[in-house]
């Protein structure tokens, strides 16, 4: 407790520089992180969105990490300040936004909870990430190669991230969702109905999708069809292929099969979502 209170009083002074700064809030990272996390579970109390279980309690934690995240980066550049009440203002902004972001409640049935779990695990994995084309548009590793007009060094790299994947990435991601084998077994019924099905995917896919690219670097902002077709032509931007178009699937029909003569391949990708690796 003397710690907290000696480590709190040094975030409420002024910090003078950019090295003072990391100093004084890298001593003090898992204080902020509950802060930050505790505004945002008071906020959705206040607003009625709060529920007692798991699922919220991740939730908070996550939005926390990502309030100090922002925090991190802009922080540098705000000083002279006190880090303390920096990171209570950033968070008071983000909360009076107008509709900020609130945990939908859609993302607490399973499907919604099998989407989150994909795409917030493609945020911080490789595999996941590659393994989004597979689940979410039905592509396997020679497609997403094809697709993305990937070079030769990139394509032995996306089979290792299938099968990396497939051998313990997945149990892996279906563990952290906390999804059970009923609830699976309820998804794969449901599938049955596949249009109304693959239609209320592609709407929560939306969703989670515009969350999860919160985590992308400023400069992999979306590009106009002419933008992704020189990107093709003049064969850079691999990662940016891969990350962004993995999490927008407005930008992945834009840039669909933009080849080296700039000609689009009828028939863009569309949701069909598979249960399984």
């Not at 922080?75 to 968070?91: K, Q, W």
């Amino acid at each position: 407790m003397a710690n907290r209170m000696t480590t709190l009083g040094r975030l409420e002074e002024v910090v003078s520089t950019a090295d003072e700064f990391d100093r004084v809030v890298s001593q003090a990272l898992p204080l902020l992180l509950d802060r930050a996390a505790g505004y945002t579970k008071r906020f959705l109390r206040e607003t009625g969105q709060w529920s007692d279980d798991v699922a919220h309690e991740k939730f908070v934690l996550r939005w926390g990490a990502e309030y100090l995240e922002q925090f991190l980066v802009t922080g540098r550049s705000e000083v002279p300040c006190r880090p303390l009440f920096l990171l209570d203002s950033l968070v008071a902004r983000q909360h009076s936004r107008p509709e900020p972001f609130c945990y939908h409640p859609d993302l607490l049935t399973p499907l919604g909870r099998f989407l989150d779990g994909l795409v917030g695990r493609a945020a911080v994995s490789r595999d996941a990430l590659i393994a989004l084309y597979h689940h979410c548009y039905g592509l396997g590793p020679g497609q997403v190669i094809s697709a993305l007009r990937l070079n030769g060094s990139e394509s032995p790299r996306i089979y290792k991230n299938f099968q990396r994947w497939r051998d313990s990435g997945w149990k892996r991601a279906i563990g952290d969702m906390g999804m059970t084998d009923a609830e699976l077994k309820g998804l794969n019924e449901q599938q049955r109905q596949q249009h109304r099905f693959n239609s209320d995917a592609e709407r929560l896919l939306g969703f989670v999708q515009a969350h999860y690219r919160k985590s992308e670097p400023d400069h992999y902002p979306c590009l106009s069809r002419l933008q992704w077709e020189d990107m093709f032509l003049q064969g850079y931007g691999t990662d940016y292929r891969i990350w962004h178009l993995a999490l927008c699937l407005e930008c992945l029909r834009t840039a669909w099969g933009l080849g080296l003569d700039g000609a689009a391949i009828v028939g863009k990708p569309r949701l069909v979502l598979q249960l399984e690796p």
